[in-house]
């Protein structure tokens, strides 16, 4: 059975969680319902940070809170010695509310605002990850008119365009974000940078892509990353403090996908930034990485209550549930696979294949194609598993559907963490129409 971390199976062939039966949950908190298993997001932060401690590098994973953000998600991440990666003024104000570090947060972003940038070093944030030539305007004016000198990575497009199961090189970089390795633009940017007293160059950032199953894409963004530092320090003796490879390491949403562990990625990239620093005569610089599914993704489990049935003679059978694209808009926008069970009836034997249908008014709105349950009756539990990463945090209002609420469970606890929006929280910002119209 496809199981993840702490879940199991319990006497009452329930499905249970961190210790937590899932009926339960799904009784007391309501469906949909987002369910974290705390143990497991710990193992994987410590094994990610056990496995730079064995090479005895100095270190940084930094959590990417894109993937899942919230006040006691960024408390955990502050628990477990994690830096933390926000991408927005929200997700910044976020991790300060939680009481995060600011010297441990990295603000992202292509087009971060002069708000979102005043803020930043408003906290004294430990760096901006600077992505094009207008951020590092906005953040001279910024530093000059504050007297701050601003820590920053510079962003770079390696020419390594990583895909879920391989990579390829692409000679011309087509992305939005960061200065291009080959162009002339990070040159450009990095003369910019050095010629400023505002900025604190501290190395170099970039970020192949996500759900990434081979280390290949990380050796040659690594060598590609050096062989421009070993150009700028030949010619401008600029001495890196700082590598930061980004984030990306895939994770098993079904049967198909086969991920390495989370220390594979790690030995590859120190192996990799240890041989290219020796071989540019760099000192080992810090290394950072910024892992967001693979930290939160398996960890997350969305219970929703099966409604209706509809059965098309000869082609399918759809089965819907009370959510759907607004709470997982994955399977809409990537074609992303799930594995899913009753949780109500976890020893029912898988006799009829299904389909499963969002409740959303879009005939994509199809959460899974095509998988065998034991026939599913109203008012039963379907546990999706591995919603961890881009649920809650890509979740919307469509339709009008409320949030749901977000659990984490833990030694047979479960605490309340994001509460399910109600229909008051929809309407909270509509004013009234202003008649015009004379009776
Ligand atoms: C710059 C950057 N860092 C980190 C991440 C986290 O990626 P993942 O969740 O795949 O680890 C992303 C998202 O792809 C990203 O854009
Ligand atoms: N949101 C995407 C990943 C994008 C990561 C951010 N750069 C997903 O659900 O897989």
């Known amino acids: 059975m496809f199981l993840h971390g702490t879940s199991r199976v319990n006497e009452q062939g329930h499905l249970e969680i961190g210790g937590v039966d899932v009926v339960e949950l799904a009784k007391t908190y309501g469906t949909p319902l987002y369910i974290y298993d705390v143990a497991l997001i710990r193992a994987r932060a410590r094994a990610f940070k056990e496995a730079f401690r064995?090479?005895?590098?100095?270190?940084?994973?930094?959590?990417?809170?894109?993937a899942f953000s919230s006040i006691a998600m960024v408390q955990l991440a502050a628990e477990e010695g994690l830096s933390l990666d926000v991408v927005s003024?929200?997700?910044?104000?976020?991790?300060?509310?939680?009481?995060?570090?600011p010297e441990r947060i990295h603000f992202h972003g292509n087009n971060k605002s002069w708000g979102e940038l005043a803020m930043a070093l408003e906290h004294g944030i430990g760096c901006i990850v600077a992505d094009n030539f207008?951020?590092?305007?906005?953040?001279?004016?910024?530093?000059?008119?504050?007297?701050?000198?601003?820590?920053?990575?510079?962003?770079?497009?390696?020419?390594?365009?990583?895909?879920?199961?391989?990579?390829?090189?692409?000679?011309?970089?087509?992305?939005?974000?960061?200065?291009?390795?080959?162009?002339?633009?990070?040159?450009?940017?990095?003369?910019?940078?050095?010629a400023s007293a505002a900025f604190q160059l501290l190395g170099v950032h970039c970020h192949i892509g996500s759900q990434i199953f081979e280390t290949a894409g990380f050796v040659l963004a690594a060598q590609k990353v050096f062989a421009k530092l070993a150009e700028w320090n030949k010619a401008h003796g600029f001495v890196p403090a700082v590598v930061n490879l980004g984030g990306g390491f895939g994770i098993r949403y079904t049967e198909e996908d086969d991920p390495i562990p989370v220390e594979a990625y790690v030995d590859c990239i120190v192996e990799e930034v240890k041989k290219q620093a020796a071989a540019?005569?760099?000192?080992?610089?810090?290394?950072?990485?910024?892992?967001?599914?693979?930290?939160?993704?398996?960890?997350?489990?969305?219970?929703?209550?099966?409604?209706?049935?509809k059965e098309v003679p000869n082609v399918r059978t759809y089965i819907a549930v009370d959510g759907g694209m607004s709470d997982n808009i994955r399977p809409a926008l990537y074609g992303a696979k799930y594995e899913a069970v009753l949780a109500n009836r976890m020893f029912g034997e898988r006799t009829e294949i299904v389909s499963i249908a969002g409740k959303c008014c879009?005939?994509?709105?199809?959460?899974?194609?095509?998988?065998?349950?034991?026939?599913?009756?109203?008012?039963?539990?379907?546990?999706?598993?591995?919603?961890?990463?881009?649920g809650y945090s890509m979740a919307n209002n469509y339709n009008r559907l409320p949030r749901p609420a977000v659990v984490f469970v833990e030694n047979g606890e479960a605490q309340l963490v994001v509460k399910r929006e109600t229909y008051e929280d929809l309407i909270q910002y509509d004013l009234p129409l202003k008649t015009?119209?004379?009776?």
């Open 362 to 390: 879009e005939s994509g709105d199809m959460l899974i194609w095509d998988i065998a349950l034991p026939e599913a009756k109203p008012g039963d539990y379907l546990a999706v598993f591995c919603t961890g990463a881009y």
């Open 280 to 309: 540019c005569g760099l000192p080992l610089p810090e290394i950072w990485i910024e892992p967001g599914r693979s930290l939160v993704g398996d960890a997350g489990t969305t219970i929703y209550t099966i409604g209706s049935r």
């Open 436 to 439: 015009k119209v004379k009776k």
């Open 134 to 194: 207008y951020e590092l305007e906005l953040i001279e004016n910024l530093a000059e008119s504050s007297g701050r000198t601003v820590p920053i990575l510079l962003r770079v497009t390696p020419g390594v365009e990583a895909h879920t199961h391989d990579y390829i090189l692409t000679g011309q970089e087509d992305s939005k974000f960061g200065f291009d390795l080959h162009n002339g633009q990070a040159d450009e940017a990095f003369r910019r940078v050095r």
């Open 54 to 66: 064995r090479h005895g590098v100095r270190a940084q994973v930094a959590y990417a809170s894109k």
């Open 89 to 101: 003024g929200g997700e910044l104000y976020t991790a300060l509310a939680a009481g995060f570090p």
